[in-house]
């Protein structure tokens, strides 16, 4: 019996994405954990890894085809005893085919993993897909130990997740469509036409995969979230004094940190001592992180992206600074892995550099705040009845109110603000 290969989910919010490149042909021989193609999705492009072994019996969707909907049929595995023959290709999916499932409602699918496939006692291999392999060895879970309720008994994700809270798993959903809840009905929305401006009097650029992400992420974010914001000034002379002695000393070494290392590192000690602000919503309860995952706003061509500083309070500032730096170099190459920008605790979103003084940002669910950093520029400031100079920046603080009331919102920043005006006390 042959076995399907479906186009792969390779982050929560893909809806479809582009077969970029096919590493293997026709009555290829293939084992678990070979890449067998390279998927463009909103976010990067990615390596596909097979999660069967088998010779390639047919592939039916043609490399370089757009808009292929997670879980459509892209090739097979010829079934023991079957020869690879050419198979009739899909039909390439148009962009206007079917509105698309909501974002809530991801499909447990392979993702790209580097961990190898585990191997019962009998000799035989444990069926799990990359994504469950990869989760549960960094949660130290034994997969041979773990019940599969995927296809033919494969352990998907959902299982590593339950035998990590100890509860029994749902069952795998066999499909996108199945899993998803009815789509509400779209507003409707008028033409330019309609309003007002005459056709012709304008260029139309088609939407991308990242801007429709994009769109429809923060549309849902701001209609549905109850936000507010908590704005406060924070002098920095202290800082720059402190960031030029930094830099001389890390001089030959490749480093060269930033304001925004350090604001990055302030915002997780800031977190550390103000735990509640560190913390999402969800309908079971309030989820309080143990680290400080610190997403980051890349702005990259067609949108922007949020690369993770993974537990920024345990880091120092030179590796912070390296890793942003070689973050944001592959998320503007579109080369970030899934874990890479997804699952932060909080983002941080710096205009700065664009002379932008203050701003409020859209809360990237489900973390529970943002924070808004503006330029850093000279004002008059009153220091001990007296008018002086002195070089301020403005950060805003959009708060999940669910989560995130204002007193902690508050609380947050009055650790914040120290940390950026006197870097010492961040080792302290």
Not at 156 to 181: H, I, L, M, R
Not at 264 to 277: D, F, N, S
Request: aromatic share 2%; hydrophobic share 50%.
């Amino acid at each position: 019996m042959s076995i399907d290969i479906l186009m792969p989910a390779l982050s929560p919010t893909m809806e479809e994405g582009t077969l970029a490149k096919w590493h293997v042909k026709v009555g290829d021989t293939v084992k678990a954990g070979d890449v067998i193609a390279e998927i463009e999705t909103d976010k990067a492009t990615m390596e596909v890894e097979a999660v069967d072994e088998g010779v390639i019996g047919a592939i039916l969707v043609d490399a370089g085809t757009e808009n292929v909907k997670v879980n459509a049929l892209i090739a097979k595995l010829a079934g023991e005893g079957e020869s690879p023959a050419p198979a009739p290709k899909a039909e390439a999916p148009k962009a206007a085919a079917a509105a698309p499932a909501p974002a809530a409602a991801p499909v447990a699918a392979p993702t790209p993993a580097a961990a190898p496939a585990p191997v019962a006692a009998d000799g035989s291999r444990v069926l799990a897909s990359p994504l469950a392999r990869r989760l549960a060895s960094t949660a130290g879970l034994d997969l041979k130990a773990i019940k599969g309720t995927g296809p033919r008994g494969r352990v998907v994700k959902a299982d590593v997740e339950a035998a990590k809270s100890g509860a029994p798993a749902a069952k795998a959903a066999p499909t996108a469509a199945a899993a998803a809840p009815a789509a509400a009905e779209p507003r409707k929305v008028q033409s330019l036409e309609q309003m007002g401006i005459p056709a012709g009097s304008y260029d139309l650029v088609p939407l991308d995969g990242m801007r429709k992400t994009i769109a429809r992420r923060l549309t849902e974010s701001f209609r549905d979230v109850p936000h507010f914001p908590l704005t406060i000034d924070i002098e920095l002379d202290g800082l720059l004094t402190a960031r030029a002695k930094i830099n001389s000393l890390l001089e030959g070494q490749g480093v060269k940190v930033s304001v925004n290392d350090i604001v990055i590192k302030a915002a997780a000690v800031a977190l550390k001592r103000v735990p509640e602000a560190n913390a999402s919503y969800t309908p079971e309860g309030i989820a309080m992180h143990k680290h400080a995952d610190i997403a980051v706003a890349v702005a990259i061509d067609g949108g922007l992206i949020t690369p993770i500083i993974r537990a920024a309070e345990t880091k120092g500032l030179a590796q912070i600074s390296a890793e942003m730096k070689d973050l944001a170099a592959r998320a503007k190459a579109k080369k970030l892995k899934p874990e890479e920008f997804q699952g932060g605790t909080f983002s941080v979103s710096n205009l700065g550099m664009f002379g932008i003084k203050a701003f409020s940002s859209i809360i990237n669910e489900p973390q529970g705040a943002i924070m808004s950093v503006g330029a850093g520029e000279q004002r008059p400031v009153v220091k001990n009845g007296q008018l002086a100079v002195a070089t301020v920046m403005t950060v805003t603080l959009t708060c999940d109110h669910r989560v995130v009331d204002g007193a902690v919102g508050a609380r947050f920043l009055a650790a914040f603000k120290p940390l950026i005006e006197e870097p010492l006390t961040l080792i302290v």
